[in-house]
């Protein structure tokens, strides 16, 4: 049901137009506060059960170089060169990792309370990374390779994907040692991967051809390698996977820009995916660029950057590929590792904005990069100890069901409003409020008793969370299923500044939600 016409008041008269009526669900703004009916509340999407994802890098997997962690004093806010086009000069900015140790409990405990979810292992190493099918983790890699995945390495992941219920998304190597003699891509490695996953008792779910074809360079193709090189490969990738995985979903482009070569790339493939694949990073952190000051990553103008880039992809996707799903299978705070406050309560504003923004839009799949790995990582990635954007994953994965509602507010500064029916009890109503104005509190009316759920931190670029002004500590993981909120009463609801709340409605009687 919508009603007819809606008069938006004064306080959003700039964002409406003055005076404007609009045809929007059954709200009104008021001078004090928005008014939402949540039994009235249209479907507008609906999304994967395994909609929130998360990435583990190739690299993470083998060891090997990775981006270093950020130091007290280190010196990475000079003006540098930017290392997606010059990484092979640019050493300095990696470190040497140990493998990622999958069988940890306390790591498998965490990524099993985001389940279910997709785990993606990729990246810009699995370019160049060779399967080697043996035990041996002293052999070196072929000419023509970067490094080396042995099988037990690969085990080990299909071992994890298994226990924590996320199977997997990968892409293969496409360095010139995959190549024949005329520079044809050969599928022997990925052959032998989908081999032994099977073998282990795994599955791939769904793989890009190869990760990020926009940035050729530092992703470890041959010299010159442009889109006619990507069509010829990509035709002998697609009819390779339809006869030896036919089940598998096959994602591309896999780019993440928005220039004429992502759009020539999407119609290269457009014909082969069954679902559109890309990535998202708002800017380069401070290690491949000049530093961006952390005052605006709460900004209207930051957060709206995901939009855009979905915007552009849809776009292609409707001429080209209409119908088909659209993923996003890598995003996160900034490229090149995220900058200094990805792993504070700062990050965790465009973390929950996001994956508001896109399920509305439709996108069924958002895959944080990465689970724990680097500055911008859900988990600490020495101690496993939860971040702030763990947190605020963990709640919208105990309340934001798969049915996504339109709440008809308006973004605004200070008022960002996403509704879906609920995970918990499908017949509830929840809503994800978002507050990042650092001033003013704002006010929404709801007729309806509800249970309030608030995340905050002490100072912006905090590490340490709170719940209800409870802070959250990686013992009380296993106590949020169960957990009770904050009774509200019908009436006015405010939202303080710099906070973010989710709000469920039991009983809101929206037909939608059953």
Same mark, same amino acid.
């Given at each position: ?120 292992? #990729? !990246?810009?190493? $699995?370019? +160049?990374?060779? *399967?080697? =099918? ?9 000419? @023509? ?125 457009? #014909? !082969?995916?069954? $679902?559109? +694949?890309?990535? *998202?990073? =708002? ?9 961006? @000051? ?221």
């Amino acid at each position: 049901m919508l009603c007819s016409f809606i008069r938006i008041g004064t306080h959003l008269q700039a964002l409406a137009g003055a005076g404007a009526l609009l045809a929007l669900p059954c709200h009104f703004a008021t001078a004090d506060g928005v008014t939402l009916v949540p039994a009235e509340l249209p479907a507008v999407a609906t999304i994967d059960r395994r909609f929130q994802s998360f990435n583990i890098e190739m690299v993470e997997v083998t060891g090997g170089p990775f981006w270093k962690p950020y130091l007290v004093g280190d010196d990475l806010t000079k003006p540098r060169k930017n290392t997606r086009s010059t990484a092979a000069n640019q050493f300095d900015l990696f470190s040497n990792r140990p493998p990622i140790d999958l069988a940890n409990p306390q790591l498998r405990k965490f990524a099993s309370a985001l389940s279910p979810a997709y785990l993606r292992v #990729s !990246g810009t190493w $699995a370019n +160049s990374t060779f *399967f080697s =099918g043996s035990d041996d983790a002293t052999s070196s890699p072929p000419a @023509g390779y970067k490094g080396v995945l042995t099988a037990h390495r690969w085990r080990n992941v299909v071992d994890f994907s298994r226990a924590i219920n996320a199977p997997i998304v990968t892409s293969f190597p496409i360095s010139p040692g995959t190549r024949d003699s005329n520079g044809v891509w050969k599928p022997d490695s990925a052959q032998r991967m989908l081999v032994a996953t099977r073998a282990a008792g795994g599955q791939i779910a769904a793989a890009e051809f190869m990760n990020e074809p926009d940035l050729p360079e530092i992703g470890g193709a041959p010299a010159g390698y442009g889109s006619a090189a990507f069509a010829r490969d990509f035709a002998v990738f697609h009819a390779f996977m339809k006869q030896a995985a036919p089940e598998m979903t096959v994602l591309g482009p896999g780019t993440g820009g928005r220039t004429p070569l992502d759009a020539e790339l999407f119609q290269t493939s457009a #014909s !082969g995916i069954d $679902a559109v +694949s890309y990535h *998202f990073y =708002g800017a380069l952190s401070e290690r491949c660029a000049t530093l961006h @000051g952390a005052d605006a990553a709460i900004s209207e103008e930051w957060l709206s950057r995901t939009g855009q880039t979905f915007a552009f992809y849809r776009v292609l996707r409707d001429s080209a590929a209409p119908g088909k799903p659209i993923w996003l299978t890598e995003t996160a705070e900034a490229a090149c590792g995220g900058n200094r406050w990805s792993s504070t309560f700062l990050d965790t504003f465009r973390y929950l904005d996001q994956l508001g923004r896109l399920a509305r839009a439709g996108v069924q799949i958002v895959m944080h990069n990465t689970l724990a790995g680097s500055d911008y990582g859900l988990l600490d990635e020495v101690t496993f100890v939860p971040r702030p954007n763990y947190w605020a994953a963990l709640l919208w994965r105990q309340f934001m069901g798969s049915v996504v509602l339109d709440p008809g507010v308006p973004i605004q500064q200070g008022l960002h409003v996403y509704a879906h029916c609920g995970r918990r009890n499908p017949r509830d109503v929840v809503l994800l409020v978002i507050n990042n104005d650092l001033q003013n509190a704002r006010e929404l009316i709801l007729p309806n008793r509800s249970e309030r759920f608030t995340l905050a931190a002490a100072t912006l670029q905090d590490t340490t969370v709170s719940l209800n002004s409870t802070a959250l500590r990686p013992e009380m993981v296993d106590q949020l299923p169960g957990l009770a909120g904050i009774p509200a009463s019908p009436g006015s609801m405010r939202f303080a500044p710099a906070t973010m709340t989710f709000v469920v409605i039991s009983g809101a009687g929206n037909r939608n939600c059953h």
